[in-house]
């Protein structure tokens, strides 16, 4: 049977009401979701920024941290530049001192001493023969000896080699002290791995700083090596 107009609008009537009230439903759902994702997005930007926050306290922490690493070391750099220049420098007095004291006349007692009658000292003899350089600390003079004294603040056994192998050449560079006797000597304010018995062993005067005042420290009965 044919529904009756009326019949057939309610009907439809009926139906546009519940797609509305679905339609209404799923609106309502569909904005819990996104009041959802709106909350969640701001649940996590409020951790990203609080993230950023630590990261950054963090980050300025350790700035401050290594800014003060920074300025202990750079605090104990200066300290001890200045405890080496404090040393440095009371060693190169000692040593100016010590070179002063040898040439104006403990040498000449200290050789005295070992039957070496010095008549003239001179300090820092250098020249140039043949193409070369050569230079001495300390040349000790009389009629028929020489003594050649190298002035080291601090001995070593390579200083000692260089030093023989100049006392080799010595009379050659300086043809004056041909047929003379020659002898070497090391000075020193401080030694390093036992570097004056190597210096004795090589037939060398070995003149040690004490105090104020020098003295030979070769055994008894140590007899000089003559360089020719």
């Given at each position: 049977?044919?529904?009756?107009?009326?019949?057939?609008?309610?009907?439809?009537?009926?139906?546009?009401?519940?797609?509305?009230?679905?339609?209404?439903?799923?609106?309502?759902?569909?904005?819990?979701?996104?009041?959802?994702?709106?909350?969640?997005?701001?649940?996590?930007r409020?951790?990203?920024?609080?993230?950023?926050?630590?990261?950054?306290?963090?980050?300025?922490?350790?700035?401050?941290?290594?800014?003060?690493?920074?300025?202990?070391?750079?605090k104990?750099?200066?300290?001890?530049?200045?405890e080496?220049?404090?040393?440095?420098?009371?060693?190169?007095?000692?040593?100016?001192?010590?070179?002063e004291?040898?040439?104006?006349?403990?040498?000449v007692?200290?050789?005295?001493?070992?039957n070496?009658?010095?008549?003239?000292?001179?300090?820092?003899?250098?020249?140039?023969?043949?193409?070369?350089?050569?230079?001495?600390?300390?040349?000790?003079?009389?009629?028929?000896?020489?003594?050649?004294?190298?002035?080291?603040?601090?001995?070593?056994?390579?200083?000692?080699?260089?030093?023989?192998d100049?006392?080799?050449?010595f009379?050659?560079?300086?043809?004056?002290?041909?047929?003379k006797?020659?002898?070497?000597?090391?000075?020193?304010?401080?030694?390093?791995?036992?570097?004056?018995?190597?210096?004795?062993?090589?037939?060398?005067?070995?003149?040690?700083?004490?105090?104020?005042?020098?003295?030979?420290?070769?055994?008894?009965?140590?007899?000089?090596?003559?360089?020719?």
């Open positions: 049977m044919d529904r009756e107009p009326h019949q057939t609008a309610a009907a439809d009537f009926k139906a546009i009401r519940s797609d509305l009230r679905a339609t209404a439903r799923l609106q309502k759902k569909v904005q819990r979701q996104i009041d959802e994702m709106i909350k969640e997005g701001k649940e996590r409020k951790e990203y920024e609080e993230r950023q926050k630590e990261q950054q306290k963090e980050y300025e922490e350790r700035q401050k941290e290594q800014q003060k690493e920074y300025e202990e070391r750079q104990e750099y200066e300290q001890r530049h200045k080496y220049d404090r040393k440095f420098g009371d060693l190169s007095n000692r040593w100016g001192r010590f070179v004291s040898l040439v104006e006349g403990d040498l007692a200290m050789l005295r001493e070992k070496i009658e010095v008549e003239t000292i001179a300090e820092r003899v250098r020249g140039k023969r043949n193409g070369e350089h050569f230079e001495f600390d300390i040349v000790a003079v009389n009629g028929e000896e020489v003594v050649v004294v190298e002035v080291k603040s601090t001995l070593r056994a390579d200083d000692i080699k260089h030093f023989l100049r006392l080799e050449n009379t050659r560079w300086s043809p004056l002290y041909k047929g006797k020659v002898y070497g000597a090391v000075a020193y304010l401080q030694v390093v791995q036992s570097a004056e018995i190597y210096a004795e062993r090589q037939g060398l005067f070995v003149i040690r700083a004490t105090g104020d005042s020098a003295s030979i420290i070769n055994r008894d009965g140590f007899l000089p090596k003559t360089f020719h």
